[in-house]
């Protein structure tokens, strides 16, 4: 994710400041003209790292330092031996910084107790508030959608699986999961990991010899076929599909989709129904649908924070009203979560 810099340049210095949310782990890295020229790992909040030394594409050598706190991120640029003036200018004209967050060591599937799962998202709410009290409006737009984003992947990974279709009777529940798989392209891999689990040696021998047949796909209703059997119990079959959709590919499940058939929208209602859009279209803050913010505040977010040459301001009201609708939206969610775990809501 790349985040946004105001740099100055003093005696020779480089130093800023800019957005990031981290605990720390996340690579730092250097750009020259968009290429890396070095990473260092983000140190946890209020620590300064140690300097580290890194050279330029002229062959001039710097050192470098940053620090964090739970909002921004700091840095000074000390450079240490210039032999090339002109290539200075051009690395002080021509650099850039980003935090890349995919090496991050953490399980993002990591299984979450219901407290866990709620203290962590009253902390990123505290952070949202954090922000709009110190003026930063803009940022504290990115914080709700982040929020929400998290809060949402959090209860698909953190549901007992026997919580997954519970709202589905057995003759519904063929149905809901062919939609399910059909609508993310998961039929093959859904046949694989049912027949990996099954005794019926004539069933295993009809979809081997279909699968052979190169030119013929194994479509919706091949799977029709085998969840016909009665082969599978109903905990198999969910089983299955909770195993493959948490585990075949992570990047299968977005969390920040609100609209068509893949939103986490249709995500949360189909899995556990939790019907987060017609609360959203029933509920308001100030006159306006909460749907109306939440369709608002996701494709906001991805401008502020990847439109470069987006100017976008907002006022203290607009961004209470889009902190508010968040809270009323996330509260929806968490009394449907825990009545699912049969626990009184926190």
């Known amino acids: 994710m790349v985040r946004f810099w105001v740099s100055s340049i003093q005696d020779k210095k480089i130093s800023g400041a800019g957005f990031a949310l981290t605990s ?8 020259q003209d968009g290429g890396i020229l070095e990473d260092l790992k983000v140190p946890p909040k209020n620590i300064m790292s140690n300097p580290r030394e890194f050279l330029d594409r002229d062959g001039n050598s710097y050192t ?16 240490k031996k210039i032999v090339n003036e002109i290539g200075y200018k051009q690395f002080k004209n021509n650099m850039g910084f980003t935090i890349d967050d995919r090496a991050v060591d953490y399980d993002p599937y990591e299984y979450l107790s219901p407290d866990e799962l709620i203290t962590g998202h009253k902390r990123r709410i505290e952070w949202s508030q954090d922000l709009i009290d110190s003026g930063m409006y803009e940022v504290s737009v990115i914080m709700n959608v982040s929020s929400l984003e998290t809060l949402i992947r959090d209860i698909f990974t953190s549901t007992d699986i026997h919580l997954f279709f519970a709202h589905v009777n057995d003759g519904e529940l063929n149905n809901e999961i062919l939609k399910f798989i059909k609508n993310y392209g998961l039929v093959s891999q859904y046949i694989d990991k049912l027949l990996h689990i099954s005794n019926n040696k004539l069933c295993i021998k009809i979809i081997r010899m279909l699968k052979n047949i190169k ?49 986490y929208l249709k995500l ?23 749907k109306d913010y939440l369709f608002e505040m996701y494709p906001l977010r991805h ?17 209470k009203d889009y902190f508010e609708a968040t ?4 509260n929806f969610i968490f009394k449907k979560f825990h009545n699912m775990h049969g626990r009184e809501v926190i």
Do not use: M
């Not at 964090?68 to 640029?77: D, F, L, P, V």
């Not at 609360?279 to 100030?286: D, H, I, L, R, W």
């Not at 401008?303 to 961004?319: F, P």
């Open 303 to 319: 401008k502020l924070i990847h439109g470069i040459n987006e100017h976008i301001y907002l006022n203290e009201q607009i961004a």
């Open 64 to 79: 470098i330092t940053i620090k964090t706190n739970s909002i921004e991120i700091y840095w000074e640029i000390v450079p």
């Open 327 to 330: 809270n009323k939206i996330s």
């Open 215 to 263: 030119y013929l796909q194994l479509d919706r209703q091949h799977l029709n076929y085998l969840l016909k059997q009665k082969i599978f119990t109903r905990e198999e079959k969910i089983s299955a599909f909770v195993y493959l959709v948490k585990n075949l590919d992570k990047n299968i499940i977005d969390f920040q989709q609100i609209r068509g058939s893949k939103s």
């Open 24 to 31: 720390g782990g996340e690579d730092f890295l250097i750009l």
């Open 268 to 290: 949360l209602k189909s899995l556990f129904d939790i019907d987060v859009q017609n609360f959203a279209q029933s509920e308001k803050v100030n006159k306006k649908c909460l």
